[in-house]
């Protein structure tokens, strides 16, 4: 056997083989990709989630803002009623008081 015919012998293998080895290498390539893919759009969607949560966050905040600054103002408006009742009455008090000193100068009635 010559060498050109080994030669040529070991590359038809070699050919064969790197060609198989291509094949499988590229479909490992592919279910890599597929996964990749998969991952990028849990990655997508996770962020999505995420950006609604945020959202869902800032609005409940500004709620409870919202029914602070409300819970705020009935409060001040309670005190404020408190303080005028009050006041009204001590105003009665007094002016019952003055009035009958008057009433009773004028004679009694």
């Not at 499988?24 to 950006?51: F, G, H, N, P, T």
């Not at 009623?81 to 019952?96: A, P, Q, T």
Request: proline share 0%.
């Amino acid at each position: 056997m010559s060498y050109g015919l080994v030669a040529l012998l070991a590359a038809t293998i070699l050919s064969i083989t790197l060609a198989a080895i291509i094949a499988r290498l590229s479909l490992r390539l592919r279910v890599v990709e597929d996964r990749l893919d998969d991952a990028e759009r849990q990655a997508i969607d996770a962020a999505a989630e995420r950006d609604r949560a945020h959202a869902e966050l800032a609005q409940s905040r500004e709620r409870l803002a919202e029914a602070r600054s409300a819970a705020g103002r009935a409060q001040a408006a309670a005190e404020r009623e408190l303080r005028m009742k009050s006041l009204v009455e001590e105003d009665r008090r007094f002016g019952e008081g003055r009035f009958d000193g008057f009433n009773r100068s004028l004679g009694g009635r």
